[in-house]
């Protein structure tokens, strides 16, 4: 059993450019997130997604854009790299059942920005 | 705006006595809160939850506190063991306020680094 698997776990690019971090989980989970996570700051919620067609913004979503074709994958975008997006880049994933279900993550990709 | 905070950056304890992570919150729209454990280079994983309704919740060696009138929770674990070592997050989240901001979304605190020694 897979749970979440990123790709890629490392990657640098230089300012300007653009990539995509790629989520994929094989647990049928309708609840699926990207989030950052900086030195001192915790993990902070970047886009999220309820099910296939319907994302919304989290707290830090400029420069990244997010699409949910599939249940099962949900890629992040960042259109135009800048250093103060240089991070460690986490998706998770839950159902979408009654109460409380927690979320899996995957091990994230490190990313840093020249 | 920090809505869940975790002002302990680090914590050293001795293998076999207590840990305790402490954890606050603002936001009283949360009823549920989780905590994460991460070791490096991996995700976090899942330890325990508290909904809002309960004021303790044990798991095994680990136990999770919650003061909603100090809005203010905490895990114990006992006894500590070195394998323990990580960094534990706390989180928050709303589930029963559609609409709300804090519906739906897991907010996490900073982080607390664990360290047991030997």
């Excluded at chain 1, 979408?96 to 920005?113: K, W």
Aim: net charge neutral; charged share 15%.
């Amino acid at each position: 059993n897979a749970g979440v698997t990123q790709t890629p776990k490392f990657q640098v690019l230089k300012t300007g450019q653009s990539m995509t971090l790629q989520c994929a989980q094989d647990m049928n989970h309708e609840y699926m997130s990207w989030y950052r996570q900086d030195p001192g700051m915790g993990l902070r919620l970047i886009h999220y997604s309820v099910g296939a067609g319907i994302t919304d913004q989290g707290e830090v979503p400029n420069g990244y854009n997010v699409s949910r074709s599939t249940t099962e994958d949900f890629p992040l975008r960042l259109l135009s790299a800048a250093p103060s997006q240089t991070s460690v880049y986490f998706c998770a994933s839950r159902s979408g059942g009654a109460g409380l279900q927690p979320q899996h993550f995957g091990d994230g990709t490190r990313l840093s920005i020249l | 705006d920090q809505q869940v905070k975790q002002n302990s950056p680090s914590l050293s304890v001795q293998e076999g006595r207590i840990s305790i992570l402490n954890c606050d919150y603002t936001n009283s729209m949360f009823d549920y809160f989780l905590w994460y454990k991460k070791y490096p280079a991996e995700g976090p994983t899942f330890l325990i939850s508290i909904s809002s309704i309960k004021d303790k919740n044990e798991d095994g060696r680990f136990t999770v506190f919650l003061n909603k009138s100090a809005k203010h929770l905490s895990l114990h674990i006992v006894p500590s063991q070195p394998g323990d070592s990580a960094v534990y997050f706390c989180a928050a989240i709303g589930l029963s306020n559609a609409g709300g901001t804090s519906y739906g979304k897991l907010t996490f605190g900073q982080g607390t680094i664990l360290t047991v020694h030997p």
